[in-house]
Nanobody, 122 residues
Framework: QVQLVESGGGLGQAGGSLRLSCTAS????????MGWFRQAPGKEREFVAA????????YYGDSVRGRFTISRDNAKNTMFLQMNSLKPEDTAVYYC???????????????WGQGTQVTVSS
């Protein structure tokens, strides 16, 4: 069973950048689709981005497409989310997730990190 740990959250400014990392252990990282979700207070968990096992296919939610970039390094069991052109509405807890198949519904993903807070000031 894969275990996931996020890092890199914190405070950013509107128009600025932050980079999140997700490191996996206890599993074969390259077997899993990896994804990022986020949840703001009072809102449902939202799909942000996902990358397939090889890293060649990437998918983004409408609200982040063109600003965020997902990537993975299978040799280091690590996934990244580069967040550029940050907006205050990007403020949320960001979760790393893993699953053997890809959907945009958080309900279907099997493995989750503990989450990392991202706060964007205007």
């Amino acid at each position: 069973q894969v275990q996931l740990v996020e890092s890199g959250g914190g405070l950013g400014q509107a128009g600025g950048s932050l980079r999140l990392s997700c490191t996996a252990s206890r599993g074969t990282f390259s077997n899993y689709v990896m994804g990022w979700f986020r949840q703001a207070p009072g809102k449902e968990r939202e799909f942000v981005a996902a990358v397939r096992q090889s890293g060649n296919a990437r998918y983004y939610g409408d609200s982040v497409r063109g600003r965020f970039t997902i990537s993975r390094d299978n040799a280091k069991n690590t996934m990244f989310l580069q967040m550029n052109s940050l907006k205050p509405e990007d403020t949320a807890v960001y979760y790393c997730a893993a699953d053997e198949s890809l959907t945009m519904s958080y309900k279907t993903w099997d493995y989750w990190g503990q989450g990392t807070q991202v706060t964007v000031s205007s």
